[in-house]
């Protein structure tokens, strides 16, 4: 052992465990509190570390019980427990049923009935010909006026405990009635059990003690220049612990948000700069705005059961509004006011009420449009469900950023502007596309493109303009801009990710490591 690199790595509490005790020392953490004024927390730091050093060896182990008074029994000995006040009432009212003297004392009937039994067999309490409790003269039981004492006891004892071994049998016996280990806060006393851990130094501390001396050291060098120390220039007197500058400082990680979070906020704050006001709605929709309001026919592809989420329970809801659902009911049989031909099939009106997870953001809109001001823009941050393959562009679970703008100078160019914003300037692509789409509820209908620099071309989200049979079902007679883009795919670009799962990663690191990047 080298006793002189030794003393490099020790700390002050460690350092005056060594200089004050030798080997035949029993030490324990009471000890270091009340000769080295540590507190209980340093002392067993001190031992901690030095047993890592191989300078000390645990000893013993002694097991001791306490009785902690808890706030019940703190109350009960301040205003008496529930048998002193029963018999004090009794003795003071004369016989009194059991439900007026729970009333009386403002305790639960069962807490009197427990109490009554009790002094019954102590022969304090009986009950009369008229089923009403009234005393016997006999004397108090003497429990009652132990555990009044330990309670008394225990209130100017340090800290509220009543060590097990410093209690007379008598007092064992009552307090064994009174505490309980878990769950005491209706008990007057909790059962706290702990352990006196003794240790004692190893011959190898006696060398390390030696060259602490030799060098100076007694644990008391300054390590830490505080501003009284300053101000009182004591400092200038004392000595200094020895610093490594070469030791790595401690890592500091701050709170941050989370990388997508924010995200998802910038995007929310670039929108509400431009005018758009937000909307939201529930996650579970019926079938009629998730599809029927946006003009797709009931027996649609996208209507199939490997498409959508049911709802086991409750299936439906129990009605739809109107004058919508009627309106749409006509737009989907024969097309209704909209100038359109509709779909030519009869209208399930109780497929429409079924309940779903919502499939796409287009709902919101759609929910939007018979409320919505002209001119208007809206958007919303929409988090929608699919059944579908997951991979590095798809999830089952995803997020849209949905909007619509209303007016009558709003078109096709007007569109365009804001899909290359939302592909530019919010996703960062350089290389955008915009290809012909298919939507039952746009004509025309567009879809953008952004070239990943790992994972290539792929769709950043569909647009169009809202069909008649969309707007005029809401009392819409205005041209309305729509768009679904998929934020989260908008994410991997700005974020310099190549696969959606990183978005909900678990791993600490590379959430923080994406916070840098954005």
């Not at 079938?287 to 049911?310: K, S, T």
């Not at 109780?350 to 001001?373: C, N, P, Y």
Request: glycine share 10%.
């Amino acid at each position: 052992m080298d006793a002189a690199s030794i003393i490099k790595n020790l700390h002050p509490l460690e350092i005056k465990v060594l200089l004050n005790y030798s080997e035949t020392d029993a030490l324990t953490a009471a000890r270091l509190v009340e000769e080295l004024d540590y507190k209980e927390g340093h002392a067993n730091q001190a031992f901690s570390w030095l047993s890592g050093k191989n300078l000390i060896q645990e000893i013993s182990r002694t097991p001791h019980t306490y009785y902690e008074i808890t706030e019940t029994g703190r109350a009960i000995s301040e205003s008496g427990s529930v048998e002193e006040r029963a018999v004090a009432f009794l003795k003071a009212n004369g016989a009194t049923s059991l439900p007026e003297i729970a009333a009386a004392l403002g305790v639960e009937g069962k807490d009197i009935g427990s109490v009554f039994g009790q002094l019954s067999k102590d022969g304090v309490l009986k009950m009369n010909a008229e089923k009403k409790a009234e005393c016997t003269g006999a004397a108090l039981p003497a429990r009652m006026k132990i555990a009044s004492g330990l309670m008394k006891k225990a209130l100017s004892a340090d800290g509220g405990l009543l060590d097990k071994a410093a209690l007379s049998g008598e007092e064992q016996a009552v307090i064994a009635g009174l505490a309980k280990k878990r769950g005491a806060a209706s008990s007057p006393f909790k059962i706290v059990e702990r352990e006196t851990v003794a240790y004692r130094l190893l011959p190898d501390a006696a060398a390390v003690a030696a060259e602490l001396q030799k060098s100076g050291i007694t644990g008391n060098e300054i390590g830490e220049i505080t501003p009284k120390m300053l101000a009182s220039g004591e400092w200038k007197q004392g000595a200094f612990r020895g610093y490594n500058i070469a030791v790595p400082p401690a890592r500091v990680i701050p709170g941050r948000t989370n990388p997508y979070v924010q995200f998802l906020e910038s995007v929310k704050d670039k929108l509400c700069s431009l005018g758009f006001q937000e909307f939201d709605g529930p996650l579970v929709e019926t079938e009629f705005w998730n599809g029927d309001a946006l003009f797709m026919p009931q027996f649609h592809a996208a209507r199939d059961i490997h498409d959508v989420y049911r709802l086991k329970s409750p299936t439906h809801a129990r009605s739809i509004e109107e004058p919508y659902l009627s309106n749409i009911a006509a737009v989907h049989e024969n097309g209704g006011d909209s100038g359109s031909r509709g779909w030519n099939y009869q209208f399930d009106r109780d497929f429409t009420r079924r309940l779903i997870l919502r499939s796409q953001g287009t709902v919101l809109s759609a929910h939007q449009l018979h409320k919505a001001e002209v001119p208007g823009k809206y958007f919303g941050i929409v988090r929608c469900f699919r059944y579908d393959k997951v991979d590095a562009t798809h999830l089952s679970d995803f997020y849209q950023t949905e909007g619509i703008v209303l007016g009558s100078e709003v078109n096709l160019r007007t569109l365009l502007g804001f899909l290359k914003m939302f592909a530019t300037e919010i996703a960062g692509a350089t290389e955008v596309k915009y290809v012909p789409g298919y939507f039952p509820f746009t004509e025309p209908s567009i879809e953008v493109h952004i070239k990943h620099p790992v994972l290539g071309w792929f769709e950043l989200g569909g647009s169009g303009i809202f069909r008649p049979e969309v707007t005029k079902a809401m009392g819409v007679d205005v041209p309305v801009l729509a768009w679904g883009i998929g934020i989260d795919r908008m994410a991997l670009m700005a974020l310099g990710l190549n696969d959606l799962r990183e978005l909900f990663c678990e791993d600490i690191e590379r959430v923080r490591l994406r916070r840098a990047r954005f």
